[in-house]
């Protein structure tokens, strides 16, 4: 079981970068897959970008793609999600999730960041 603790949200203005953390408890965070999800008010949960333990795996949503990147440093046990040019709809609750499935289907999650976006 892995406990996750998001941290680095806030209110920026629109073409801002933003980084978020996101760690990890336990001897074995590098053995984990890891996600972040998106959450806009009034709308689903948005799995938005995946990296597999390995680092070999990646999966990245098309409302994204070129602007917001994962990586993980597993000596820290944080995985990381680097925000460019951010725009007012990447406004949300921003989660990190985690898996030890070989799909990007996630068991444990953390509390949430929040994420403001304004024009």
């Known amino acids: 079981q892995v406990q996750l603790v998001e941290s680095g949200g806030g209110l920026v203005q629109a073409g801002d970068s933003l980084r978020l953390s996101c760690v990890g408890s336990?001897?074995?965070?590098?053995?984990?897959?890891m996600g972040w999800f998106r959450q806009a008010p009034g709308k689903e949960r948005e799995f938005v970008l995946g990296?597999?333990?390995?680092?070999?795996?990646?999966y990245i949503a098309d409302s994204v793609k070129g602007r917001l990147t994962i990586s993980r440093d597993n000596a820290k046990n944080t995985v990381y999600l680097y925000m460019n040019s951010l725009k007012p709809e990447d406004t949300g609750v921003y989660y990190c999730?985690?898996?030890?499935?070989?799909?990007?289907?996630?068991?444990?999650w953390g509390q949430g960041t929040q994420v403001t976006v304004s024009s």
């Open positions: 999730a985690a898996t030890t499935s070989s799909t990007w289907s996630f068991d444990y």
């Open positions: 336990g001897r074995t965070f590098s053995r984990y897959t």
């Open positions: 990296l597999s333990w390995s680092g070999v795996s990646t």
